[in-house]
């Protein structure tokens, strides 16, 4: 019988940095291979302009990639969102991971992601209380948004926003693609 030790989210954060991107699964981790050009510049573009618009309304922080998100415990699992969303009541200085799920995650699609973990991330910050998540697939130049009660799709004719979350804020996905 095989005997799989679990990680902690604690234990995770005690990692010697090693220049790659981890998270963890189920207390299992997993490790993602550096972006692409276009994927940094995708989550660069859509950091700066949803950064600026969020400080602008003081409505939140964005966070970089780097952020941990604590989604569950026992077992663990901490994921790190191209670009994390939260509102400014729920905002805290800590130097841990986050302790819940942003309230708004955005993922770009990188060539090496399997769509079937794509949709499985979204499940998870939906069941642990995101209330919005956007896939950007730069392969087809298209978006998805999900919501807890439903999802629905973009085209490079469209605009990214996120409704009640960050209320007022778009981005032309043709600007974002240009």
Not at 18 to 26: F, I, K, N, S
Not at 79 to 90: G, L, T
Not at 129 to 142: H, Y
Request: some cysteine; glycine content about 6%.
């Amino acid at each position: 019988m095989a005997v799989t030790t679990l990680m902690t989210a604690e234990e995770l954060l005690a990692m010697p940095h090693d220049h790659m991107r981890h998270e963890l699964v189920r207390g299992e981790l997993t490790t993602m291979s550096p972006a692409g050009a276009e994927h940094g510049l995708i989550v660069a573009l859509i950091t700066q302009e949803l950064g600026a618009y969020a400080r602008a309304h003081d409505l939140g922080r964005v966070y970089n990639s780097d952020t941990g998100f604590v989604l569950s415990r026992n077992p663990d699992t901490v994921r790190c969102p191209d670009v994390p969303f939260v509102r400014k009541e729920r905002v805290i200085r800590a130097r841990e991971f986050f302790e819940g799920a942003p309230d708004l995650a955005i993922e770009v699609i990188s060539p090496s992601d399997p769509y079937t973990e794509v949709r499985h991330k979204v499940r998870e910050y939906l069941r642990a209380g995101t209330q919005l998540v956007i896939v950007i697939d730069p392969k087809t130049e298209g978006a998805t948004i999900y919501a807890p009660t439903g999802s629905r799709e973009l085209t490079i004719e469209d605009s990214l926003d996120a409704g009640d979350v960050v209320p007022g804020w778009s981005l032309s996905l043709r600007e974002l693609f240009a």
